[in-house]
């Protein structure tokens, strides 16, 4: 299972589009990168998920490097509720149990 | 919608006491988790299940056992809580081979 690094918090003003990086090295072909957010007294919850290149959807995009060993999660036009601690996860899809979350980025969003 | 709810939201448990926390899901996913967060940390895999009536451990197992009396509900059970299980329970649930995680509310379990 690959490892993942994410720095551990960013900051951004609402109406900023904010960008969270995630580093997965020994990512393995056939592993998938999956984005989930938690806001504080929650569960997680999936944002988004991709294998390479560039995927969207109505709340975020996901641009994989060519390398598939660098993800970068973007969310435009981010508010307040907005903030919370994102994580990036990679994992086999046969092997749903292994899915690792670890410290995520904090994302802290100012008025 | 998905969705998975979790009982109590909160509990205080003395040392040595058993408690028991409940996880319900109307998905009708085969797969079940538990998950334990500390502060300031990621979530850790307890215990898992992909059918009814068997459980599996995942990455830290010791001190707690797991129930799955039915594809709906699964149970986890302290038989003597330790301080050191003081932390934010969640559980989840998936389909059959994805891993898209459905998380309940979580529950807040306070051990003295």
């Known amino acids: 299972l690959a490892k993942t690094t994410q720095p551990p918090s960013m900051e951004a003003y609402e109406g900023q589009e904010v960008n969270v990086s995630c580093s997965h090295t020994?990512?393995?072909?056939?592993?998938?990168i999956y984005w989930y957010r938690q806001v504080p007294h929650q569960g997680p919850q999936f944002i988004i998920q991709?294998?390479?290149d560039y995927v969207v959807n109505e709340v975020a995009s996901l641009f994989i490097s060519a390398d598939r060993k660098l993800s970068t999660l973007s969310l435009p036009w981010v508010s307040l509720r907005d903030a919370a601690v994102y994580y990036c996860?990679?994992?086999?899809?046969?092997?749903?149990?292994?899915?690792?979350f670890g410290k995520g980025t904090h994302l802290h969003v100012l008025p | 919608e998905a969705a998975v709810t979790q009982s109590p939201r909160s509990k205080v448990a003395v040392t040595g006491g058993k408690v028991t926390l409940s996880c319900h899901q109307t998905?009708?996913?085969?797969?079940m988790y538990w998950y334990r967060q500390d502060t300031g940390h990621g979530l850790r895999l307890i215990h898992y299940?992909?059918?009814?009536?068997?459980?599996e451990k995942g990455d830290i197992p010791d001190g707690y056992k797991a129930s799955r009396p039915s594809q709906e509900n699964f149970s986890l059970i302290l038989e003597l809580a330790s301080l050191s299980q003081t932390a934010v329970y969640f559980c989840?649930?998936?389909?059959?081979?994805?891993?898209?995680?459905?998380f309940g509310p979580g529950t807040r379990l306070l051990v003295l």
């Open positions: 020994n990512i393995a072909t056939s592993e998938y």
């Open positions: 299940s992909y059918v009814a009536d068997s459980t």
């Open positions: 989840a649930s998936t389909p059959g081979n994805q891993d898209t995680q459905y």
């Open positions: 991709g294998y390479k």
């Open positions: 996860i990679v994992t086999d899809k046969t092997n749903a149990y292994k899915v690792i």
């Open positions: 998905n009708n996913h085969d797969y």
